[in-house]
Structure formats: structure tokens, C-alpha cells
């Protein structure tokens, strides 16, 4: 029996929420009067999704640039969240179960390992109260925000196995839905790689900016594609998961 005490870090999107940039683009077009792939160019060459991410736009600044975009410098926070939850779905609860039994069942520790901005987090965090969850204060809360670079530099992953370390994990394994965010984990730090694929949302802006190649196949024991929820539950039992 594996004596390794264990962390299991969850992305958020297209692993706990459902992403839906294309209802993002749409509505960006009705208020600018563009179609939704001119809006989308304007988006992604802005990089200001990129920007606010990776922590070089200011919160504040991003809200402000946003709505200049958008055409509306005077928009409410309220109006601004609603336009921005276009890009989402909603909570995937098949997942956020997942990652409970997890915890409960399976005894091994939960963190979030997020490609998010500040204003993003403070309204997902505030509606779906699950979504976020680790049962335990000491878990972490990556988010690249506060983090100093995005997925998949390696500052994320340098915070996440500190943490994983002072938490006398040895045995980290991430959930993406994206393969280049799983390798640095993997070739940096020995951690276990779940590509997760059902929500994959082949429009999300920095997909388009970083550009990813989803069907790359990684040569690696410590890899597995999880292609619905019973191959993520597989998957986890593989990596020492007992749930």
C-alpha cells in the first residue's frame, strides 16, 4: 500500500466550469455593432484577457479597458459581469463531486489551480460557492493572477509544489483541460498529468493568444486522458486516489 500523502489540484475552466467564449464574442458583437468573429479578432489581439491573467493589468485596469471596448466607459460592475459571464457555462457538478469525494472519500488533500483573473474570481467565487472549495484551510488557492505569470510558465507550479511541500505531499497530480499546462508540472516537479476532455472550449481567447495543441500524446507514465467522468475517476484511482 502507497504511503505517499497525496494533493489533487482542479483547473477551473473546462474542468469545474463550463467555458462558452463563443456567447462571449456574440454578445461583444450586438453591443459594438461587430459580427462575432471581428469582435473576437479585437479581443484576442488585445491580449487583454492574456494581460490581467498573467498579473500585468491591474484589475481595475482591465475593468476600465473592457469597457472602453465595449464602447461603454461609464458601464456598471453589474453590466460588466454580465457581459463577462457569457464566456461561461455554468459549474460542472459532476466534477465539483468529484473533487469532494475526493477529499472525504479518497483522503488526499484538494486545491484550485486556476488560469484567472481577480474579477473573474470574486464573482465565480460569490455564485458558486462549491466550485471553489478545498475543505481545508491550508490547501491552496492558485490563481495566476496574484501568481506573477500564467500556465504554463513556471511560477504557478513553483507556488503549488512549495505549498504541496509544506503540506507533506509527495504525490501532486492536476486536472487540465489543456496538455501544455500539465507538462511543466510533470517534467519540473514529478507530478501526475489528467487531460481532461469533455468541456473543451476550442474557442477560449488564450488558446488563441498562446496557442495549444490539444492532441499532443505525452510519452509519460505519470499522463492519462480522461475522456468522461468514469475515466477521471480511473485515472485518479491509477495515480493512488482511492475513491
Known amino acids: ?15 469545474l466550469l ?7 464574442y456574440e454578445k461583444g458583437a450586438e453591443l459594438t455593432g461587430t459580427t462575432p468573429n471581428e469582435f473576437k479578432q479585437q479581443y484576442d489581439r488585445s491580449k487583454l484577457e492574456f494581460g490581467v491573467l498573467n498579473g500585468d493589468i491591474s484589475d ?3 475593468q476600465q479597458q473592457l469597457k472602453q471596448m465595449l464602447g ?6 453589474v453590466d460588466l459581469e454580465n457581459f463577462v459571464k457569457k464566456g461561461w457555462g455554468t459549474e460542472i457538478p ?24 481577480q474579477f473573474a474570481f470574486e464573482y465565480l467565487s460569490k455564485t458558486y460557492l462549491k466550485m471553489f472549495q478545498t475543505f481545508n484551510p491550508q490547501a491552496p488557492v492558485i490563481c495566476s493572477y496574484d501568481s506573477g505569470g500564467v500556465k504554463p510558465n513556471l511560477p504557478m507550479y513553483r507556488k503549488a509544489n512549495e505549498k504541496a511541500k509544506e503540506l507533506g505531499c509527495d504525490n501532486v497530480i492536476l486536472v487540465e483541460d489543456k496538455v501544455s499546462y500539465l507538462k511543466p508540472g ?10 481532461f476532455t469533455p468541456y473543451l472550449d476550442h474557442a477560449e481567447s488564450i488558446r488563441s493568444v498562446e496557442g495549444h495543441n490539444d492532441d499532443t500524446l505525452i510519452s509519460n507514465p505519470n499522463f492519462r486522458t480522461a475522456n468522461n467522468l468514469h475515466e477521471l475517476e480511473q485515472a485518479l484511482r491509477g495515480f493512488g486516489i482511492k475513491i
Do not use: C
Not at 500500500?1 to 474542468?15: A, H
Not at 461603454?72 to 460592475?77: D, I, W
Open 60 to 62: 481595475e485596469d482591465y
Open 1 to 15: 500500500m502507497s504511503t505517499k500523502k497525496s494533493l489533487v489540484l482542479w483547473d477551473v475552466g473546462g474542468v
Open 72 to 77: 461603454n466607459p461609464e458601464m456598471s460592475r
Open 18 to 24: 463550463e467555458l462558452n467564449y463563443t456567447g462571449l
Open 186 to 195: 510533470m517534467d519540473h516537479f514529478n507530478w501526475k498529468g489528467i487531460f
Open 94 to 117: 459532476e466534477t465539483i463531486e468529484l473533487k469532494q469525494r475526493t477529499y472525504f472519500q479518497g483522503n488526499a488533500m484538494v486545491g484550485i489551480f486556476s488560469n484567472i483573473n
